[in-house]
Structures are given as C-alpha cells and as structure tokens.
C-alpha cells in the first residue's frame, strides 16, 4: 500500500520560511519522481517543483525560483521542499504526488503524470 504523508505547514509571516516533509510508504525515491503541486483557494491546482527519480534532477516553476529547494532523503525515503522568503500568493493547501519513473521539466508539473498523492498540508502565509 503506498502512503505519502505531506506535513510541515503552519502559519507564516511574509518573509518567513517552513519546510514541508513529504514521507514515503510502499515506494522507493530511486523508482518514483516526486513532485509538489499546491492549490489556493478558488484557484486549479499547480504544480510547483518536483524531484527526478533516477538521477535527482530538480525543477521549479519560476514563481518559486530561487526561493522553494526540493530534496530528498532515499534513506528515509522523505521528500523536503524548503520555502524561503514566502509571499501570502504562496498561501495554498500543498500535496505531494508519486510518479512512477523519472521527470523531465517538460512532465513535472502535470497532475495526470502522477499515480499517488496525499492528503495535502496547509500553508497560509500572512502580509
């Protein structure tokens, strides 16, 4: 049975930081890529870094370039997306999905791309 479990979210000033977890169950990080997507309210659900499984390739969409790092833990097969200097537009619920094999920019953010998700952990960042 495969689990992803999101966690790490909370409240935040602008400017802040938080770190997101993503831990794995039932799936290893050197088989499936990883991805992060999150959905504000009103708003479709986007996708925002995701981690390659095979060689650890990383990718950002360029609104979190330079502020978001994903990386990962193969030993405890975890997941982390650092945000640095959080704005309130990244106030949105964030999931983390599973992709069987590994990613290229041009897959990373597509939701259909991926089999497994959570069950999403809060982020609401203040002004």
């Known amino acids: 049975q495969v689990q992803l479990i999101e966690s790490g979210g909370g409240l935040v000033q602008a400017g802040g930081s938080l770190r997101l977890s993503c831990a794995a169950s039932?799936?290893?990080?050197?088989?499936?890529?990883i991805g992060w997507f999150r959905q504000a309210p009103g708003k479709e659900r986007e996708g925002v870094s995701c981690?390659?499984?095979?060689?650890?390739?990383?990718y950002y969409t360029e609104s979190v370039k330079g502020r978001f790092t994903i990386s990962r833990d193969i030993a405890k097969n975890t997941v982390y997306l650092q945000m640095n200097s959080l704005k309130p537009e990244d106030t949105a619920v964030y999931y983390c999905a599973a992709d069987l094999g590994s990613q290229r920019e041009s897959s990373c953010y597509i939701m259909y791309e991926y089999e497994y998700w959570g069950q999403g952990t809060q982020v609401a960042v203040s002004s």
């Open positions: 981690v390659s499984s095979t060689d650890g390739s990383t």
């Open positions: 039932g799936i290893t990080l050197n088989v499936y890529s």
